[in-house]
């Protein structure tokens, strides 16, 4: 009896060991705050966080030893909320500018992007002087509103996500809608009885999109970078920008082996 229990307590001890070791990996678990309604790159699939920025990071962190639980919210406060530590990281095609640097810490760049102007077809707002009086959609914050804002006598309306700005776009509330451009295009796609077209359009390659984290956690930045950089060196990278964006190629710097998009924090 002794050498049966004995032996009942060697087996349930390795079980306890093995169960600790393979039931769950220890990983840290780190909250990520991103859009869901910008498609290729951020958006919402049967109740799954996906897109290009989300799945590279997804990539990432698996690569770099932590877990991603993703968070919608509204760009307008996703930056504050990393900066404050209620995100660890934001994942919403954020353009590392120099004025959000006094703000959060970026990664290195993970795309490059055009800014573009939706309109109505036939409108004609091709050009920085054709403007004057017009209404243009713009998400709250973003780089688009600032893009915007610098259109000589535009009036910029703010929302609060991309759906909302279509929405009145389509209903003739907007003249333009200020976007980035895979988004316009997925929007137009989406909708082709609706009469649109690209209008003024520019490159926007010196602000890479990039994650944002806090000033503070530098150990976490290293581990982005470092995770970005094998998904570049692999191939990764190009594999899931042609997954996601079907007729935009990818940056060269991105392309399997590229010098990638080095972004340097203030």
Same mark, same amino acid.
């Given at each position: 009896?002794?050498?049966?229990?004995?032996?009942?307590?060697? *087996?349930?001890?390795?079980a306890v060991t093995l169960t600790a070791c393979g039931s769950s990996s220890?990983?840290?678990?780190?909250?990520?705050?991103?859009?869901?309604?910008a498609p290729p790159s951020i958006y919402v699939d049967n109740g799954r966080f996906t897109g290009y920025d989300n799945e590279l990071l997804r990539d990432i962190a698996k690569r770099e030893g932590?877990? *991603?639980?993703?968070v919608g919210t509204?760009?307008?406060?996703?930056?504050?909320? *990393?900066a404050s530590g209620q995100l660890d990281i934001g994942s919403s095609t954020i353009s590392a500018t120099a004025a959000r640097k006094k703000t959060v810490a970026f990664s290195n760049g993970y795309d490059t992007?055009?800014?573009? *102007?939706?309109?109505?077809?036939?409108?004609?707002?091709?050009?920085?002087?054709?403007?004057?009086?017009?209404?243009?959609?713009?998400?709250?914050? #973003?780089?688009?509103?600032?893009?915007?804002?610098?259109?000589?006598g535009a009036q910029v309306v703010r929302f609060p996500d991309y759906n909302a700005g279509f929405a009145q776009l389509r209903t003739g509330g907007l003249d333009g809608w200020v976007v980035p451009k895979d988004i316009g295009q997925k929007y137009l796609d989406q909708n082709p009885a609706v009469p649109l077209e690209f209008g003024y359009?520019?490159?926007?390659?010196?602000?890479?999109? #990039?994650?944002?984290?806090s000033k503070s956690n530098k150990d976490l930045l290293n581990k982005l970078n470092d995770g970005l950089a094998k998904a570049i060196a692999d191939g990764t990278v190009a594999r899931l920008h042609g997954q996601f964006f079907k007729a935009a190629p990818v940056a060269k710097e991105? #392309?399997?082996?590229?010098a990638g998009l080095p972004v340097k924090n203030l």
């Open positions: 009896m002794r050498k049966l229990l004995s032996t009942l307590a060697v *087996v349930v001890a390795a220890g990983a840290e678990t780190l909250r990520v705050g991103t859009l869901t309604d932590f877990q *991603v639980e993703f509204e760009f307008a406060g996703l930056l504050g909320q *990393v992007s055009y800014t573009t *102007v939706v309109t109505k077809k036939g409108a004609g707002l091709t050009g920085t002087g054709s403007f004057a009086g017009k209404r243009l959609g713009a998400v709250q914050g #973003s780089v688009q509103d600032e893009f915007a804002g610098k259109l000589a359009t520019v490159l926007d390659k010196d602000t890479p999109s #990039s994650y944002a984290v991105l #392309s399997q082996g590229g």
